[in-house]
C-alpha cells in the first residue's frame, strides 16, 4: 500500500463543475504539497499547508492532521485546469518528499 | 524570481555518448533536487545537494553523475546510458534542505535513450 493515496485517479469533469480530490497518508507529515502537471511538462507547486486552509484564485486546499487527509478543490473549472494533481507530503523517518501517485484531470467544454 | 530552469528542453542521445544536463536558479535557494520521472509515475528522487555539497544519493547507478559548481548551478552529466533510463528528468530547489520548504520545479528535460 502507497504511503500517500489519491482519488480519484482519473477525473472528467464539464466546465463549470466543482471538483474535489482527495489525498490520504499513512505517515507522520510536516507539510503536503498540492503539485500540478500538464501534460509531458514540468511541476507547479500550487499549495504548501500544515494545518487549515489555503486559497488562490479559484483553488482551495484542505488539510486534516488528525484524519490524515487534505482535499483539492477547483471551482468554476475550465479546460485549461486540465492536468495530473500531484499530492506530495513532506514525512516518514527522513523528510523527504513522498509522492502520491496524481490524479489525472480532463475538463471537457 | 521564483523560477528554476533546466536546459536542454529535449534531449536524445545514443548509449557511447556522453552529455549533461544543466538546471540553475536565482532565489538564494541552498538545496537542489535531480528528479526522475517516468511516464504517467510520480517523480522518484535521485540526488540532493545542500550548500553545494551532495547530501543524498538515492543508489542511483554511477552512469548519472551529479555536480553542483555554486549555489545557483547543478548539472547532471550522463555517460553510457540505457534505454531504460529514457524519462523526463526534473531539477527542484527550496530554500534549505532537510526541512519543511516549499520545492520549486523545473520544467524538465525530456530524455531519450537509442
Known amino acids: 500500500k502507497n504511503e500517500v493515496e489519491q482519488s480519484p485517479q482519473n477525473l472528467t469533469a464539464q466546465e463549470g463543475e466543482f471538483i474535489t480530490i482527495n489525498c490520504s497518508y499513512s505517515?507522520?507529515?510536516?507539510?503536503l504539497h498540492w503539485l500540478q502537471q500538464h501534460p509531458g511538462g514540468g511541476i507547479v507547486s500550487l499549495f504548501m499547508?500544515?494545518?487549515g486552509k489555503k486559497k488562490h484564485g479559484r483553488l482551495i486546499a484542505t488539510i486534516n492532521i488528525q484524519e490524515k487527509h487534505s482535499s483539492l478543490h477547483i471551482t468554476a473549472s475550465h479546460p485549461r485546469d486540465s492536468a495530473v494533481y500531484i499530492c506530495?507530503?513532506?514525512?516518514?523517518?527522513?523528510?523527504?518528499?513522498?509522492f502520491g501517485t496524481g490524479t489525472l484531470l480532463a475538463v471537457q467544454p | 524570481d521564483t523560477e528554476v530552469t533546466q536546459t536542454p528542453k529535449h534531449l536524445v542521445m545514443g548509449m557511447t555518448n556522453k552529455k549533461s544536463l544543466k538546471c540553475e536558479q536565482h532565489?538564494?535557494?541552498?538545496?537542489m533536487y535531480w528528479y526522475k520521472q517516468k511516464a504517467k509515475k510520480p517523480p522518484e528522487l535521485m540526488f540532493v545537494?545542500?550548500?553545494?555539497?551532495?547530501?543524498i544519493n538515492e543508489s542511483v547507478p554511477s552512469r548519472f553523475s551529479p555536480e553542483c559548481p555554486n549555489s545557483s548551478l547543478l548539472n547532471l552529466h550522463l555517460h553510457a546510458l540505457q534505454p531504460e533510463d529514457s524519462a523526463l528528468y526534473l531539477c527542484?530547489?527550496?530554500?534549505?534542505?532537510?526541512?519543511?520548504?516549499?520545492?520549486?520545479f523545473g520544467p524538465g528535460t525530456r530524455l531519450t535513450v537509442t
Open positions: 527542484a530547489s527550496s530554500r534549505l534542505a532537510g526541512g519543511v520548504y516549499e520545492q520549486y
Open positions: 505517515v507522520g507529515i510536516s507539510a
Open positions: 499547508l500544515s494545518s
Open positions: 506530495a507530503v513532506y514525512g516518514g523517518a527522513t523528510n523527504k518528499l513522498i
Open positions: 532565489m538564494g535557494h541552498r538545496a
Open positions: 545537494y545542500s550548500y553545494e555539497k551532495l547530501s
